[in-house]
């Protein structure tokens, strides 16, 4: 296939994990999904396995999973079978199967100590086309004294952290997501950077200084300044698109110079309050 037709080929399965993703509660059945493509249902088992390495009704139960993963890790007062009922499962017991077969831990297991690196390796995403051009805009961001947890180490592990974080705010009353803005400080790189030398800040707006705690939340700034902004809708497993796209092409071409800040995330709402698909994310790359 030429280059065209490639991307025609690869937007029809775009609009297969885009439903899958917003409908993960509902029918997903080979005839429904094939007719979201467009594609022969007889054919349409072996296309997908071809395409994402990995067949339609394991991609669809992982993607249940996954969700059903984040509610048990951050939603500590939802009942286990209402999440299994969610995931389409008949009961928590066949749940607490295929679960613990992806994850070698059971649902209880992993609400109480979920092993996120083994999580991720399970969650290695088959790709899709991107996005080009992204659409950049320029805005003047305000300075915001925000409280920080420091994450350093292994970025499977960024999920452990943010919990930390989300427990403080609900502890403390200082930066309550309701009504605070949230960010991600990234200075390095996962894709390049040695897991032990990762290094992403999670932060909530404050008011006022957060005094000395014992969950290891200190006090930082974000400056005021230019950024450079792609807003990204979706999954934050495909942040990295638009940061790349940032630094990879709209900068070499757009004449700007980089402000001595690392890039940074604002998170416009957040899981598990908002369905994954509706996540909003702006990636701010700060300018001089």
Known sequence: MNGTKEAAYAQRFNRVFAYIDEHLSEDLSLECLSGVANFSKFHFHRQFSQYAGISVTRYTQLMRLRRASYRLAFEDDTPIIEIALEACFENPESFSRAFKNAFG???????????????????????????????????????????????????????????????WRKLSGHSPVATSETFGLAYDDPATTPAEQFRFDICGSVSDPVPDNDHGIVNKTIPAGRCAVVRHLGTHDRLSDAAYYLYRQWLPESGEELRDFPLFFHYRNLMPETPEHELVTDVCLPLV
């Open 105 to 167: 831990q059971t649902p209880s297991q992993f609400r109480k100590a979920p092993a996120w690196q083994p999580w991720h390796k399970q969650y290695q995403l088959p790709k899709r086309e991107r996005r080009l051009p992204m659409d950049v805009t320029i805005i003047d961001f305000p300075e915001t004294r925000v409280a920080a947890l420091e994450h350093r180490g292994a970025p499977a592990l960024v999920n452990e952290s943010a919990k930390k974080f989300i427990d």
